[in-house]
């Protein structure tokens, strides 16, 4: 069973800065992109930046103020957020596609999310 476990969230006034990491455990054979996403209230999902291979993406509303990464190693991705909006403010969920023990196949698992709040 893989799991995604997110933290870091929280309440930060407009121009501040936030961490969010998320860890997968469980039985991996391989994790190929990893990312995160954000839903916020009344609104659909969408993709924040994602990593694969060193490559990253970003959505056009957070280029230059957010920055993602990735340690192999402990199978963890880190979203690190400046410059923060209150349009930022959303739930935030971390996504990982990933190969699961007794798998040939990639499958996508999420994180059960964490609120971030920009407010003053």
């Known amino acids: 069973q893989v799991q995604l476990v997110e933290s870091g969230g929280g309440l930060v006034q407009p121009g501040g800065s936030l961490t969010l990491s998320c860890a997968a455990s469980?039985?991996?054979?391989?994790?190929?992109?990893m990312g995160w996403y954000r839903q916020a209230q009344g609104k659909q999902r969408e993709l924040v930046t994602s990593?694969?291979?060193?490559?990253?993406t970003y959505a056009d509303s957070v280029k230059g103020r957010f920055s993602i990464s990735r340690d192999n190693a402990k199978n963890t991705v880190t979203l690190q957020m400046n410059s923060l909006k209150p349009e930022d403010t959303a739930v935030y969920y971390c996504?990982?596609?990933?190969?699961?023990?007794?798998?040939?196949?990639?499958?996508?698992?999420w994180g059960q999310g964490t609120q971030v709040t920009v407010s003053s």
């Open positions: 996504t990982a596609r990933v190969i699961p023990s007794g798998d040939t196949r990639y499958s996508d698992y």
């Open positions: 469980g039985s991996i054979v391989n994790i190929n992109v």
């Open positions: 990593i694969a291979g060193g490559q990253t």
